[in-house]
């Protein structure tokens, strides 16, 4: 009866259907939303940055005694620069080719209706925040999280790296490399919006970054 009352004010909540008859799978997914799956991402973003920037500060502090100690080392900037060109093409790369697989097997799964989006409006649009999510839409929001962890860890290892390398070399591109990392880790904070444009461009077929 509750689950009726729901549906009446939001046409876009769980109402069991796709689940195959699996408890396990309702109750792994049960009361997920958008404003609780947004919540969970951004805690676990900034933690991320958080650690990263810890690093960054730990390491400069302790490198701002070795200034003009030693000449710079070219092979240790010129290792910087390159793990960070590599992760952050990684960071795009790898999560954008989760994301697509968590794609592919919602559309499979998922009883996607006869869209509005060609005439440029979704169902997500104006999807409650606050109502539970149908199972796979709550499935892919989940993948896409933890595609969203890997992009950011691996932003993390080149901050680290360069926060490292900052005390072995005392140079400042280190710094910056790092700090650069830690802003790429900040700017995939996920919001409801972002969700919403997501589950939108999932059903839509179109690219999905």
Excluded: C
């Excluded at 390159?82 to 794609?103: D, E, L, Q, S, Y």
């Excluded at 005439?119 to 999280?145: C, H, I, M, N, Y």
């Excluded at 390398?165 to 996920?190: D, E, M, Q």
């Amino acid at each position: 009866m509750a689950a009726t009352r729901h549906s009446a004010r939001n046409p876009y909540v769980v109402t069991g259907s796709g689940d195959g008859g699996d408890p396990s799978r309702r109750s792994g997914n049960q009361g997920a939303t958008l404003a609780g799956l947004t919540r969970i991402g951004q805690v676990i973003t900034l933690a991320i940055a958080q650690g990263g920037v810890l690093i960054l500060a730990i390491l400069w502090f302790l490198s701002s005694g070795k200034q003009d100690e030693e000449g710079l080392n070219v092979v240790l900037l010129a290792i910087g620069a390159g793990v960070f060109v590599v992760n952050a093409a990684a960071a795009i790369i790898i999560p954008r080719t989760m994301r697509a697989a968590g794609i592919r097997q919602y559309r499979s799964q998922a009883d996607v209706p006869p869209s509005a989006v060609s005439v440029g409006v979704s169902r997500w649009d104006e999807a409650d925040a606050q109502a539970v999510l149908p199972l796979e839409a709550a499935v892919l929001l989940q993948r896409d999280q933890t595609a969203r962890i890997v992009g950011q860890a691996i932003l993390e290892g080149a901050a680290m790296v360069n926060s490292v390398f900052l005390v072995l070399n005392s140079h400042p591109i280190h710094a910056v490399l790092a700090v650069v990392a830690v802003a790429g880790i900040v700017a995939t904070i996920p919001t409801v919006d972002r969700l919403r444009r997501f589950l939108a461009e999932a059903e839509a077929g179109g690219s999905v970054g």
